[in-house]
């Protein structure tokens, strides 16, 4: 009986089920229209109202994009983050990193966990930006889609390299050219995040499992396999495996891809897409094998042996979740030295090894081997060559595309 | 639905020469009233408004969204998500049929039998509830994974072969079924029909049970006659508070079903968040609403219950 004990759900898979989870319960509709619609709706009534709302083009933010620099007076960075995405020390209260920058510069780090997933935290900030006010963050961090969208909506500000010499000199070649924001003009990645194939040992039982053809044809994985929510993963690693380069998609390639997906999902193959959510299952067996993240995996098979992950031969795919500053920022300029401080191999090694992700920062490999040996040998923190060589991003959508994209990949999902 | 009655105005003071105060006692109750309405204006008014402003714009994020009265976004959602509506219907009616029929016998024995159990009841139904409505939704992936002892007996007692058959499973599992999101619905919502039930039945004068039996009423018809209807309002109202929400849940078709679950929450979700088609999403809204309302306007009409809800 005790496989069937209940979940014993560690801190870390709440937060991550929770940041797959967009939000609790539609709050956040409610909260954010209302600030929206305080300045338009408050004063009118009747039908009238309705003609009156709308919302602003984005891009025309008034006053220009920067604050006045409270940087030299204010010795403070406001810094958002994900949950369970920087070291802690064993009280589980304390930040290393943070106070080894706060002793070095005398700038206190206000650290706040408050990004649970992209698309909410867009909801959550889009009100203050796109009426051109301070979101009271000086550094915030999203996935290059999102970053993306900022960027291209003009709602952060574009990075002093002055203050970040570090930064430039040690963010590793594979992400210094994202079409979406080249020379890392706007943004630095805080950590790289992998998408490959990971399964089930037990689960499978000998059945052999190296590409997505074999989760999407294998009939002895039917219902047994599953595809993450996220549209870029699942559509890049399909793309891939149909042997076109996801940083080259065009709309046909697109609609091929969620063709052969549809096939799967009508002859039931895929049993769901999932967000993190998909750790428990997998653990379990009840999903035998799957598309995933590298750093889930990192941590899943610290308590679970059986599940391991495989790189395709078509390759895999890499993307970062990205450091940047939104518009009206007050301590622009401590925040960038916080981005800097933490391309300091030595630092870079510290929050790797806590958190497991792929490191961006050249030199994180041998001192991280000073902490944690284990950690430094690993793929999927610290990539090999050949499978750098194998890495695959999606490219850059514009506006239409992206809606375009996202409206198909939700039919594909059933909604 | 109760009837607004305003609070009638303090009675004047009968001595003459003091009148400053029975003017302001005339304008008491509208200022009592004043935080209530201000509350409804601006966490319910202005949001509707604004919703329904939104639902009949048309343009996009980079360009802006303006009023132009594009009422054909609501036929295009109608027609599009209309099976998902379907569904949200059908797995909220079932789920909350299984609630009434877990929860009736349930909040019955509460009532009448449980003596100084009942306390110790009461808190077993409310417990789970101080948890996580996330971690309890969790949690039923645990119960009925597919190799779990929940599949295994319904597998060894061929119940998957019906429910398979009636297509509310597939293959040798529940999960990401629609049977395990009605079962998800129905635990979620289960105390939501308990709680009314209850105080509705434990109401009830047990003299009139006495009487029934002096009458020679057998316990069925006991039961028939004069404790289910006087457990109509506990009924509606449990039904109500379970049925509405239910419809516009996602989170349990998000975790415990799978693409051929999806309910209508889940499409405007998707719609409001990834897609950023807001006047879709608004749209699907207010039909969603509209939908509700309507039922439940029919079904207070037939259940004849008005003035007891």
Same mark, same amino acid.
């Given at each position: 009986?005790?496989?069937?004990?209940?979940?014993?759900?560690?801190?870390?898979?709440?937060?991550?089920?929770?940041?797959?989870?967009?939000?609790?319960?539609?709050?956040?509709?409610?909260?954010?229209?209302?600030?929206?619609?305080?300045?338009?709706?408050?004063?009118?009534?009747?039908?009238?109202?309705?003609?009156?709302?709308?919302?602003?083009?984005?891009?025309?933010?008034?006053?220009?994009?920067?604050?006045?620099?409270?940087?030299?007076?204010?010795?403070?960075?406001?810094?958002?983050?994900?949950?369970?995405?920087?070291? &802690?020390?064993?009280?589980?209260?304390?930040?290393?990193?943070?106070?080894?920058?706060?002793?070095?510069?005398?700038?206190?780090?206000?650290?706040?966990?408050?990004?649970?997933?992209?698309?909410?935290?867009?909801?959550?900030?889009? @009100?203050?930006?796109?009426?051109?006010?301070?979101?009271?963050?000086?550094?915030?961090?999203?996935?290059?889609?999102?970053?993306?969208?900022?960027?291209?909506?003009?709602?952060?500000?574009?990075?002093? !390299?002055?203050?970040?010499?570090?930064?430039?000199?040690?963010?590793?070649?594979?992400?210094?050219?994202?079409?979406?924001?080249?020379?890392?003009?706007?943004?630095?990645?805080?950590?790289?995040?992998?998408?490959?194939?990971?399964?089930?040992?037990?689960?499978?039982?000998?059945?052999?499992?190296?590409?997505?053809?074999?989760?999407?044809?294998?009939?002895?994985?039917?219902?047994?396999?599953?595809?993450?929510?996220?549209?870029?993963?699942?559509?890049?690693?399909?793309?891939?495996?149909?042997?076109?380069?996801?940083?080259?998609?065009?709309?046909?390639?697109?609609?091929?891809?969620?063709?052969?997906?549809?096939?799967?999902?009508?002859?039931?193959?895929?049993?769901?897409?999932?967000?993190?959510?998909?750790?428990?299952?997998?653990?379990?067996?009840?999903?035998?094998?799957?598309?995933?993240?590298?750093?889930?995996?990192?941590?899943?098979?610290?308590?679970?042996?059986?599940?391991?992950?495989?790189?395709?031969?078509?390759?895999?795919?890499?993307?970062?979740?990205?450091?940047?500053?939104?518009?009206?920022?007050?301590?622009?300029?401590?925040?960038?030295?916080?981005?800097?401080?933490?391309?300091?191999?030595?630092?870079?090694?510290?929050?790797?090894?806590?958190?497991?992700?792929?490191?961006?920062?050249?030199?994180?490999?041998?001192?991280?081997?000073?902490?944690?040996?284990?950690?430094?040998?690993?793929?999927?923190?610290? !990539?090999?060559?050949?499978?750098?060589?194998?890495?695959?991003?999606?490219?850059?959508?514009?506006?239409?595309?992206?809606?375009?994209?996202?409206?198909?990949?939700?039919?594909?999902?059933?909604? | 639905?109760?009837?607004?009655?305003?609070?009638?105005?303090?009675?004047?003071?009968?001595? @003459?020469?003091?009148?400053?105060?029975?003017?302001?006692?005339?304008?008491?109750?509208?200022?009592?009233?004043?935080?209530?309405?201000?509350?409804?204006?601006?966490?319910?008014?202005?949001?509707?408004?604004?919703?329904?402003?939104?639902? &009949?714009?048309?343009?996009?994020?980079?360009?802006?969204?303006?009023?132009?009265?594009?009422?054909?976004?609501?036929?295009?959602?109608?027609?599009?998500?209309?099976?998902?509506?379907?569904?949200? &219907?059908?797995?909220?009616?079932?789920?909350?049929?299984?609630?009434?029929?877990?929860?009736? !016998?349930?909040?019955?024995?509460?009532?009448?039998?449980?003596?100084?159990?009942?306390?110790?009841?009461?808190?077993?139904?409310?417990?789970?509830?101080?948890?996580?409505?996330?971690?309890?939704?969790?949690?039923?992936?645990?119960?009925?994974?597919?190799?779990? *002892?929940?599949?295994?007996?319904?597998?060894?007692?061929?119940?998957?072969?019906?429910?398979?058959?009636?297509?509310?499973?597939?293959?040798?599992?529940?999960?990401?079924? *629609?049977?395990? &999101?009605?079962?998800?619905?129905?635990?979620?919502?289960? @105390?939501?029909?308990?709680?009314?039930?209850?105080?509705?039945?434990?109401?009830?004068?047990?003299?009139?049970?006495?009487?029934?039996?002096?009458?020679?009423?057998?316990?069925?018809?006991?039961?028939?006659?004069?404790?289910?209807?006087?457990?109509? @309002?506990?009924?509606?109202?449990?039904?109500?508070?379970?049925?509405?929400?239910?419809?516009?849940?996602?989170?349990?078709?998000?975790?415990?079903?799978?693409?051929?679950?999806?309910?209508?929450?889940?499409?405007?979700?998707?719609?409001?968040?990834?897609?950023?088609?807001?006047?879709?999403?608004?749209?699907?809204?207010?039909?969603?609403?509209?939908?509700?309302?309507?039922?439940?306007?029919?079904?207070?009409?037939?259940?004849?219950?008005?003035?007891?809800?």
């Amino acid at each position: 009986m005790e496989q069937y004990e209940p979940d014993r759900l560690a801190p870390a898979q709440v937060a991550a089920i929770r940041r797959s989870f967009r939000n609790g319960r539609a709050s956040f509709t409610r909260r954010s229209l209302l600030r929206a619609s305080a300045g338009g709706a408050l004063t009118v009534g009747g039908l009238g109202a309705l003609s009156a709302c709308g919302i602003p083009a984005a891009g025309k933010t008034q006053g220009g994009t920067s604050a006045e620099d409270h940087s030299a007076k204010e010795k403070v960075v406001n810094f958002s983050n994900w949950p369970e995405y920087i070291d &802690v020390d064993s009280s589980g209260k304390h930040h290393p990193t943070l106070e080894t920058f706060a002793r070095r510069t005398g700038i206190q780090v206000k650290y706040t966990e408050d990004i649970n997933d992209n698309n909410e935290f867009f909801g959550k900030i889009k @009100p203050q930006l796109a009426a051109g006010q301070d979101t009271g963050r000086d550094l915030i961090v999203l996935t290059d889609w999102l970053a993306a969208r900022l960027i291209r909506l003009g709602w952060v500000q574009k990075l002093d !390299p002055a203050n970040l010499p570090q930064a430039f000199a040690n963010l590793a070649e594979q992400y210094r050219r994202p079409d979406w924001d080249p020379g890392r003009a706007y943004s630095y990645p805080w950590q790289g995040v992998s998408t490959v194939i990971a399964y089930n040992k037990k689960a499978l039982d000998g059945i052999e499992v190296k590409s997505v053809s074999d989760l999407l044809d294998n009939p002895k994985l039917k219902g047994r396999v599953s595809f993450l929510s996220e549209m870029r993963d699942t559509m890049g690693m399909t793309v891939l495996d149909m042997g076109k380069d996801p940083a080259k998609v065009t709309d046909d390639d697109f609609d091929a891809a969620i063709a052969r997906l549809q096939k799967a999902v009508d002859k039931g193959q895929i049993r769901r897409f999932t967000g993190n959510d998909y750790t428990s299952d997998l653990a379990k067996g009840d999903i035998a094998a799957c598309v995933a993240w590298g750093g889930d995996i990192v941590q899943l098979q610290s308590d679970s042996p059986d599940v391991d992950y495989v790189i395709p031969d078509a390759g895999w795919l890499t993307s970062t979740d990205n450091m940047l500053i939104p518009n009206k920022a007050r301590h622009k300029a401590n925040a960038e030295r916080l981005i800097d401080f933490f391309y300091e191999p030595r630092q870079a090694a510290q929050l790797s090894a806590y958190v497991a992700y792929m490191s961006p920062v050249d030199g994180a490999k041998e001192e991280l081997a000073k902490i944690d040996k284990a950690s430094a040998e690993n793929p999927l923190i610290i !990539p090999t060559k050949d499978m750098v060589a194998k890495a695959h991003s999606f490219r850059a959508l514009s506006d239409k595309e992206e809606a375009a994209y996202e409206e198909k990949f939700a039919k594909l999902t059933g909604a | 639905m109760t009837a607004v009655t305003e609070a009638p105005p303090p009675l004047a003071p009968t001595t @003459p020469g003091k009148k400053p105060p029975r003017r302001r006692g005339r304008l008491t109750p509208y200022w009592l009233l004043l935080p209530g309405m201000l509350w409804l204006v601006v966490f319910f008014a202005l949001p509707m408004i604004y919703q329904a402003s939104t639902s &009949v714009q048309q343009g996009s994020l980079e360009e802006g969204y303006k009023v132009t009265w594009h009422f054909v976004t609501y036929w295009d959602a109608l027609s599009e998500y209309w099976p998902q509506f379907l569904r949200s &219907v059908m797995y909220a009616a079932s789920a909350t049929v299984l609630c009434l029929l877990l929860g009736y !016998p349930l909040a019955y024995l509460i009532a009448f039998r449980a003596g100084r159990w009942r306390n110790l009841i009461m808190i077993l139904v409310i417990a789970p509830f101080f948890t996580s409505f996330l971690i309890r939704t969790l949690a039923w992936k645990t119960i009925l994974a597919d190799g779990g *002892p929940v599949v295994g007996a319904l597998n060894a007692l061929h119940v998957l072969d019906v429910t398979n058959w009636l297509g509310w499973t597939a293959g040798d599992r529940v999960l990401a079924t *629609p049977l395990a &999101v009605v079962c998800g619905l129905t635990y979620n919502f289960l @105390p939501f029909m308990i709680l009314p039930l209850y105080t509705s039945l434990e109401r009830i004068d047990g003299r009139l049970h006495e009487a029934a039996g002096d009458l020679y009423a057998r316990p069925w018809t006991t039961f028939r006659k004069v404790t289910f209807p006087l457990s109509m @309002p506990g009924v509606v109202s449990g039904t109500l508070l379970t049925f509405i929400p239910a419809a516009g849940d996602y989170v349990n078709a998000e975790l415990l079903g799978s693409t051929d679950t999806r309910m209508i929450g889940n499409v405007i979700q998707t719609q409001f968040l990834r897609i950023l088609d807001y006047p879709t999403a608004a749209a699907l809204s207010f039909i969603l609403m509209a939908a509700i309302l309507l039922m439940v306007t029919i079904y207070i009409r037939k259940s004849g219950t008005e003035d007891l809800v």
